[in-house]
């Protein structure tokens, strides 16, 4: 089961703060990260859309 981009956001969100910008240590969830994250997070959104699902799922061929 893929996770969808709230969860991705909340599990980035407990992770270790170890982003610089400028110099100065910023949280995972700063506002400077919020146009990443959400590029990001489409990706997870296109998985459930059948417009965009072939082309983002693919079968690992470790299964």
Same mark, same amino acid.
């Given at each position: 089961?893929?996770?969808?981009?709230? !969860?991705?956001?909340? @599990?980035?969100?407990?992770?270790? &703060?170890?982003?610089?910008?400028?110099?100065?240590?910023?949280?995972? #969830? $700063?506002? #400077? !990260?919020? $146009?990443? #994250?959400?590029?990001?997070?489409?990706?997870?959104?296109?998985?459930? @859309?059948?417009?965009?699902?072939?082309?983002?799922?693919?079968? &690992?061929?470790?299964?």
């Amino acid at each position: 089961m893929v996770r969808t981009k709230e !969860q991705y956001i909340k @599990d980035l969100g407990k992770m270790k &703060s170890n982003l610089y910008y400028d110099g100065k240590e910023i949280d995972r #969830l $700063d506002d #400077l !990260q919020m $146009d990443c #994250l959400n590029t990001i997070g489409t990706t997870f959104e296109a998985f459930d @859309d059948p417009e965009y699902k072939d082309l983002v799922q693919v079968k &690992s061929h470790l299964t």
